[in-house]
């Protein structure tokens, strides 16, 4: 049995052009719910992912995780693996994009309980992401945590330059 935890997710894309015609993309990423999250917004938002186990496939683990933290389906559509990345708390993310439409107004997050406050003995749910938006990729690179930048570095060198993301 594997001890490194691992989680899956994936980056909702649409193509734009700038203001000079270059493709160029939008992503849809989520802010983390929960107490420890609330006010912030840099390095407090994340695609869509969770954590999977022995047994299950990353790209099967990555859709449950999307339709659980938005409620909603994954958009039909072929998946661009993105490669993987390892996060400051060393576990090992590995995310597929997907292009596609969803009006964040529509996402039904899931929930999780904890005990709110500490040593409170109270336990209180919590929206999983309780928000989602549109972003570019310099807005993106300044709301994501530090350690899933890269996704979008990625597919925006594939939409801009035909670059394969595992390459990047």
């Known amino acids: ?26 992503v849809l990423i989520g802010h983390m719910g929960g107490p420890f999250w609330t006010g912030r917004d840099a390095a407090a938002w994340s695609l869509p992912k969770g954590e999977y186990g022995d047994g299950e496939e990353p790209d099967a683990a990555a859709r449950r995780e999307f339709e659980e933290e938005l409620g909603l389906p994954v958009p039909d559509g072929a998946w661009l693996p993105l490669g993987e990345a390892r996060q400051r708390s060393g576990k090992t993310v590995a995310a597929w994009a997907v292009e596609g439409e969803l009006d964040p107004a529509r996402a039904t997050p899931g929930t999780f309980t904890m005990e709110w406050p500490r040593r409170s003995g109270v336990l209180r749910e919590f929206p999983e992401m309780d928000r989602f938006a549109w972003c570019t990729p310099d807005e993106a690179a300044r709301r994501l945590v530090v350690g899933q930048r890269v996704f979008v570095e990625r597919l925006r060198a594939y939409v801009r330059e035909g670059r394969a993301p595992a390459d990047s």
Do not use: W
């Open 1 to 26: 049995m594997s001890t490194a935890r691992r989680s899956a997710g994936i980056l909702l894309y649409r193509v734009v052009r700038t203001g000079t015609g270059q493709r160029d993309v939008d």
